[in-house]
């Protein structure tokens, strides 16, 4: 498995990685191919794949945190006859390293559904095997129904995020805002 980070939009990428993208998040939250792109023009996004041959079989969109030392993972998935066999873990381990060594970044963040399903608590044990710690608070945006709650992992011991969801969200929100905001 190979993995290659690209800050740039790529139209023959996208084509493997958006069937990836809409399989997995298509019908709830994604974000319109339109906005990606627009993300990828201010900078402000990166996209991480993982390929098999010439065959992309996982994606995940991140973007820095502005202020911080922050990537906050928007979307990972992993294509859906390839799932549950460790590649979303190898992806996971790669963006992890790619952070420290080419970006100088020491911590992640996601947000991850509050509402208590079986599907929701299975993504949120997918994170905590990987780390990341749950914070309590939920938070309730103005434009989806659903809750959500922040998840952060410390990549160096001193790496200076915060650790109350509360406080978290704010930066959550603020890179939202600026993902939908138009160039």
């Known amino acids: 498995m190979n993995f ?26 994604a ?4 906005i ?3 993300m990828f023009a201010k900078q402000m996004c ?8 010439s065959d992309i079989i996982a994606m995940a969109l991140t973007g820095k945190i502005e202020g911080t030392k922050t990537l ?3 979307y990972i998935a992993v294509r859906e006859d390839l ?21 100088q970044l020491d911590s992640l963040v996601i947000e991850v559904e509050a509402e208590k399903t079986i599907e929701n608590l299975n993504r949120i044990h997918f994170w905590e095997r990987n780390n990341f710690q749950l914070t309590d608070y939920i938070h309730q945006y103005i434009w989806v129904p659903e809750p959500y709650q922040a998840m952060y ?4 011991p001193d790496a200076q995020i915060p650790t109350k969801g509360e406080q978290l969200f704010p930066y959550i929100v603020q890179f939202h805002k600026e993902s939908f905001r138009l160039k």
Do not use: M
């Not at 990166?46 to 041959?53: E, I, N, Q």
């Open 153 to 156: 992992l410390k990549l160096l």
């Open 36 to 38: 990606i792109r627009n």
């Open 4 to 29: 290659l980070t690209i800050d740039q939009w790529d139209e023959e990428i996208w084509k493997q990685v958006g069937f990836i993208y809409n399989q997995a998040f298509g019908q709830s939250g």
């Open 46 to 53: 990166f996209l991480h794949v993982a390929t098999v041959k």
């Open 83 to 103: 799932r549950k066999q460790g590649i979303g873990f190898k992806l996971l381990e790669y963006i992890k390293t790619w952070c420290l060594q080419k970006k």
């Open 72 to 74: 906050l993972i928007d």
């Open 31 to 34: 974000k319109p191919e339109k």
